[in-house]
């Protein structure tokens, strides 16, 4: 799935290793989304806002702002965006504040999560919207 409407879909990924959102980039055009790329907060925030994407791709450690203080940001000016946290960790308190700001799904950047994994994790979440 990768057209709603006629239209391509809108993603964000943000993310501040600069190989990772290439990946994502090149997997999700490759399916026909429409990819903007951020790699701080404030960069993510602004895309979010401006494009509106119907999904954000959203690592937690980015230089400046969290990872969480963004989602706070987005659900709160966004509340019904999609929100996919992808992190190398994530510990029962930090999924605990996850959840209460309402992140859509939470993957764990492993040897274990393929791009194909995220591929359809997303498609999925974007299909149930």
Partial sequence: MSE???????LLAIDDEVDMTRLFKEHFERRNYQV?????A???LQTAL??????????????????????ERIKRDEPNMRVIVLSASVND???EKLNE???DLILEKDS???ISD?????ENLISTK
């Fill in 4 to 10: 709603l409407s006629g239209k391509k879909i809108k």
């Fill in 42 to 44: 404030e960069e993510g």
């Fill in 36 to 40: 903007f790329i951020a790699h701080t």
């Fill in 93 to 95: 308190s930090v999924r």
């Fill in 118 to 122: 995220v591929v359809g994790r997303v």
């Fill in 50 to 71: 401006k494009e509106k994407p119907e999904a954000v791709l959203l690592d937690l450690g980015l230089p400046g702002h969290s990872g969480i203080w963004l989602l």
């Fill in 112 to 114: 274990k999560t393929s």
């Fill in 101 to 103: 700001l309402k992140c």
